[in-house]
């Protein structure tokens, strides 16, 4: 039991409780970021003339060889100590004597979590912007080679008109494109300093906060000691990055499993994405998209869970908010290593066009361009709508598709098909006359080709 505090008290802690309070177990992954903000604030404390240089070389010493001893394997973060901010002082102490005691000097660990939390999280979010930075390149990969592989486009999960594989994936490009902004939003509102903030109402000591701040490549230093201690609001802005990539994740996973299965066979997923069964020997599932589609859940979860532990609870700081941390790790951690996991698998997979193609020409996805082949020659839409209904239903009780009818077969519907229609409404020209902005035209597509690639040559990773 090696804690900061005990003056006061006449009897030691409860082991139990001891442990219950304790957060060393997880927050131990914030040892180098609680050493360059001790580094950081122990520099401002030397200039501000609140300790001596002599000791501000001893602490800064005493703290670069604890970073080393842990990096090699000498020593070890473990629970004897109740937080990592513990660890750090006391063994900081040990090693140099009494300049560690005035390490503490002006901090409170009120602020200290806080600029521990701020500086870890700075970090993921980076980590989770490079990530989605490959992710998006990989998807404008697949696009740039598969701007002619069509594919029936869905409403419903019924098919609806034919689309490219290109155009598809586009959609995706988009909801990772506002990920990423997103992160840059939330990056740019999270990077202040609170620390100087002390436990809630600052300090008597002369702090230079934009002197820290500066250290630590924060912006500024936060604009309220109180708000300070008491704000998670930058993790919540993550977690619901995070919720919301997953739920991209989750759609995208969705439309592999059904693309990789026996009725569909658009897809083929590498074989070091896929897994087998035990039981099964022709067996070979899609897990990993299945994984990361489970594994929105829990990061929901996460946000869920911090939501509802920061409300209603009082200014300043509260114990509660330790809660912040064990939800957050296990978002991040999940959340990268879907998204990294993802973009392996769909870089590797493989895609069946002949079969994609099939698809799209079947179950009338050129329908709307029947009906608009007939507004072409005068019919006003909502009866040409009405008429290819008709000639849809003509077409099921021949078990024929529409470019199957005769010319004669389709007069008998309406008499103004002529034998342009066989061209109007072929794969082809259904997709490729579709040239409004967004739609899957080859021409429109190959000016937001051009438009994505832009797009990540000028937002590079955070
Ligand atoms: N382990 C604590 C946390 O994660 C550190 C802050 C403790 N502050 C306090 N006044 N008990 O929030």
């Not at 670069?64 to 750090?88: C, M, N, P, Q, R």
């Not at 029936?152 to 034919?162: E, S």
């Not at 995070?242 to 009725?263: G, K």
């Not at 700081?317 to 990268?336: P, R, S, W």
Request: hydrophobic share 40%; net charge negative; proline share 2%.
């Amino acid at each position: 039991m090696a804690q900061l505090w005990g003056g006061r008290f006449k009897d030691k802690t409860d082991q139990e409780v001891y442990d219950f309070n304790a957060s060393i177990s997880f927050d131990k992954r914030l040892i180098n970021v609680d050493l360059a903000g001790s580094r950081a604030h122990v520099k401002m404390l030397a200039k501000q003339g609140i300790i001596e240089k002599s000791d501000l070389d001893a602490i800064l010493s005493g703290l670069d060889s604890i970073e080393s001893d842990l990096k090699a394997g000498k020593i070890e973060i473990t629970s004897e100590y109740e937080d990592v901010h513990s660890f750090v002082e006391a063994v900081l102490t040990e090693r140099i004597g009494e300049p560690g005691k005035k390490l503490h000097t002006g901090r409170s660990r009120n602020d200290q979590v806080a600029l521990d939390m701020r500086l870890y999280t700075r970090e993921r979010v980076k980590g989770t912007d490079r990530l989605l930075e490959a992710l998006l390149s990989s998807i404008l990969d697949t696009m740039k080679a598969n701007l002619d592989t069509y594919m029936p486009g869905f409403t419903h999960l019924q098919k609806a008109q034919p689309i490219t594989l290109a155009h598809h994936y586009g959609a995706y490009f988009e909801m990772f494109r506002r990920d990423r902004g997103r992160l840059h939003d939330l990056f740019v509102r999270m990077n202040e300093c609170p620390l100087g903030a002390g436990a809630l109402a600052g300090t008597t000591y002369p702090l230079d906060r934009e002197f820290t701040a500066s250290e630590l490549s924060f912006d500024r230093p936060t604009r309220n000691s109180i708000d300070s201690v008491s704000d998670r609001d930058y993790v919540l802005e993550y977690l619901f990055t995070l919720s919301t990539v997953m739920m991209h994740l989750s759609r995208f996973c969705e439309e592999i499993i059904i693309w990789n299965t026996n009725e569909y066979r658009f897809v083929e997923i590498d074989d070091a994405f896929s897994t087998g069964s035990s039981i099964m020997p022709q067996k070979k599932n899609p897990d990993i998209a299945e994984l990361v589609r489970g594994k929105t859940g829990r990061v929901y979860g996460s946000l869920m869970s911090l939501l509802t532990t920061m409300k209603g609870l009082p200014l300043a700081y509260n114990k509660d908010m330790q809660e912040d941390k064990e939800v957050a790790f296990d978002a991040m951690d999940n959340a990268d290593k879907c998204i990294h996991l993802f973009t392996g698998m769909i870089s590797t997979m493989k895609f069946n066009s002949g079969n994609m193609a099939k698809s799209a020409m079947n179950g009338f996805t050129n329908a709307t361009d029947a009906a608009d082949y007939l507004v072409g020659k005068g019919v006003a839409f909502r009866d040409a709508h009405r008429i290819i209904g008709e000639l849809v239903l003509a077409c099921i009780d021949k078990n024929k598709s529409i470019e199957e009818m005769s010319l004669e077969e389709l007069k008998n519907i309406c008499p103004k098909f002529d034998k342009d229609i066989y061209e109007a409404v072929s794969l082809e020209t259904c997709v490729e006359k579709r040239l409004t902005k967004g739609a899957p035209g080859k021409a429109v597509m190959k000016e937001y080709l051009a438009e994505c690639e832009d797009y990540l040559k000028n937002n590079k990773a955070l």
